[in-house]
């Protein structure tokens, strides 16, 4: 075995096999080597200890807005599941976890959902936002780097499911590529569809 001392010396470069693989989780969340690097170089060692402004982790050389989505969402899952505030706030949170773009479309699509979800209730399920209608039946949201997305939609009858098949990406998911315009007409549509069909 070499030593990584003298291997720098000699070439210039740092010998990558003595650097400390920490992984892309960081606390349970999957942010990337990169993100998990500088966190635990900043002395970062979970979800509790990150600053309550998590747009100042941006400033940490290896911490991208994907990181820092992923981690603000994850805080807000835990304290929906922890109990720790109200539902709504907790999808606030989820929501301003994203970019800006992607924040802005999720914002619509809730206010889509718990419009035509007349009488239903915000809840935080699966990691993801929802509005239910009674304790077993309801619609979840989500966000992702490249699209946002509807859980469970069923398969429509015609003429509604010609135009929603060009969005399934499985059985029961429909997807909406964020570089690509959301059709709210279309999610309106299928919420009261699911509305109806309950």
């Not at 892309?24 to 998990?36: M, N, Q, Y």
């Not at 970062?44 to 820092?68: E, N």
């Not at 981690?71 to 976890?97: C, E, F, K």
């Amino acid at each position: 075995m070499r030593c990584p001392m003298t291997f720098e010396l000699l070439t210039g470069r740092q010998d990558m096999t003595s650097v400390q693989d920490r992984g892309a989780l960081f606390d349970e969340v999957k942010i990337g080597r990169p993100a998990t690097g500088a966190l635990v170089d900043a002395g970062y060692t979970s979800l509790a200890d990150l600053p309550d402004d998590l747009d100042l982790l941006l400033k940490l050389h290896g911490v991208g807005p994907s990181a820092v989505a992923r981690l603000a969402a994850a805080r807000a899952r835990g304290n929906a599941q922890d109990g720790a505030g109200d539902t709504p706030s907790a999808v606030d949170a989820y929501i301003a976890g994203f970019p800006p773009e992607v924040a802005e479309r999720l914002r619509k699509l809730r206010g889509i959902i718990t419009q035509q979800f007349d009488g239903g209730e915000e809840k935080f399920r699966y990691g993801m936002p929802a509005v239910m209608m009674g304790t077993r039946y309801g619609l979840h949201y989500a966000g992702w780097k490249k699209h946002v997305a509807l859980y469970p939609v069923p398969v429509f009858a015609e003429p509604l499911e010609s135009a929603v098949a060009p969005y399934r990406s499985g059985k029961d998911s429909v997807t909406f590529r964020n570089n690509q315009d959301l059709p709210y007409d279309l999610v309106e549509r299928i919420c009261v569809a699911i509305s109806e069909g309950r």
